[in-house]
């Protein structure tokens, strides 16, 4: 397994469904997309993420939507390492900067941003202790500010969703998500893109 640094312009995927052919996997490839964004705590996802690459696809792994988690510290912790031995599972190199793994931020409720802005980075600090970027996709109903975002000190990537959402402050975004609830071949999709952020960082894929 190696690495790969997505580029300005790269188009991409996300998903939570699991349990597509190889075939589908080739015809997203032959539509000009170079990656997908897999979502970690979907059952059977290991073996999507093995059609994935065997597609010729670049693949990043999200923690996807689970808003109980918010309300407990030490969710942050425990989620972060269900993720981390996924990617070590499937043999996500470890590496100064090595794959990016994407924390879904949205529909925290009522618990207040001080707490989130805790939660994150905890959970950040984890994946970059394993040797992983940690990335967060900023979604609807999260409480945090442009300036909260940006001093989430473990975070190196950012994802924007295609809500309405906060900049991050002196960074911005490396993925801006495009287009929801969108079907390829009978499969529900997200499209997004890839952008070079103002600090020149771009996420980096499992090839």
Known sequence: MKIMRLSEGDRCVDFSSTGHALEWYYRVKASGLVAVI???ASAGVEFDVERALSA???VMLFQGYYPP???AIESAEERARALVDLARALQFPAADEGPTLWLDLEDTGPVDAGDIFRWCTLWS???RDAGYSAGLYVGAGQPLSSDQLWNIVPISH??????QVPDVAVRGYQVIQEAV???IDGVWVDYDRVT???LG???VALA
């Open 201 to 203: 960082g771009v996420p």
């Open 56 to 58: 010729g696809l670049g």
């Open 196 to 198: 070079v952020d103002r």
């Open 181 to 183: 609830n969108q079907v």
């Open 69 to 71: 988690a918010w309300r």
């Open 38 to 40: 897999l979502d970690g």
């Open 125 to 127: 600090q984890v994946v």
């Open 158 to 163: 950012y994802w924007r969703s295609a809500s």
